[in-house]
């Protein structure tokens, strides 16, 4: 599905942002990474409260006819990347990374954002659209709720933790962390550059709507 190539080869880059990855297409009935996959995308399309929030907002943006065939349920090979866009364009799920359903919906939520922003006509080329991308993407996606959740004032009641920060600033914190991190990953940069390029467009962002 998404037009992706059966035989070995890379993706096209995008505006150099989209990920190349070697992929090879397989016997997708005998493999049990690819049915967990499948079976998890399905579920977080149809039950995530999160993920339909943001394909509503896809859906209402654009003409563009996303359904279920423009995520493709993928074996990734010489990379540590999870997933990323793909020049259809489309959303590619790496299924020998992804250990969990719930690692699963991390990284389909993130690359949402992303592929919304796309969409909104956002310059992967500009590293200032491309950081502000990423912050909307740690933001709005599942990842730095998860984390978010661990500081939560029941977590500590049940293992006795400490709470030195509050959850907003726990998330902010996970937020800008994150967009760091992808920035660094993207642009190869050092982390100081990264974290120069997030601050500058962090606050603004961070308060804006999806």
């Not at 990920?19 to 998890?40: F, G, P, S």
């Not at 799920?93 to 991390?106: G, P, V, Y």
């Not at 993407?137 to 998860?146: G, M, P, Q, V, Y």
Request: charged share 25%; with cysteine.
């Amino acid at each position: 599905s998404s037009g992706i190539n059966a035989e070995y080869g890379e993706f096209l880059t995008l505006q150099h942002y989209f990920i190349q990855i070697n992929l090879r297409m397989y016997d997708v009935d005998t493999t049990r990474a690819h049915k967990n996959c499948e079976e998890w995308k399905a579920n977080a399309l149809l039950k995530n409260i999160n993920i339909r929030t943001i394909l509503t907002k896809i859906l209402s943006t654009s003409d563009f006819k996303f359904d279920n065939s423009c995520i493709s349920c993928l074996e990734c090979h010489d990379t540590g990347v999870k997933g990323g866009l793909t020049s259809d364009p489309g959303i590619l799920l790496c299924e020998n990374r992804l250990e969990t359903e719930s690692e699963l919906h991390h990284v389909l939520s993130h690359e949402l954002v992303h592929f919304l922003d796309h969409i909104k006509g956002t310059k992967w080329e500009n590293v200032d659209e491309l950081a502000r991308s990423e912050v909307r993407a740690a933001k709005f996606s599942l990842e730095c709720h998860s984390k978010g959740a661990e500081e939560s004032p029941l977590y500590m009641q049940y293992f006795g933790q400490p709470q030195v920060c509050s959850i907003a600033e726990q998330f902010k914190k996970c937020v800008k962390n994150q967009a760091i991190n992808s920035v660094m990953v993207i642009k190869d940069v050092t982390y100081s550059k990264a974290s120069s390029i997030v601050e500058s467009v962090f606050d603004k962002l961070f308060n804006e709507d999806l």
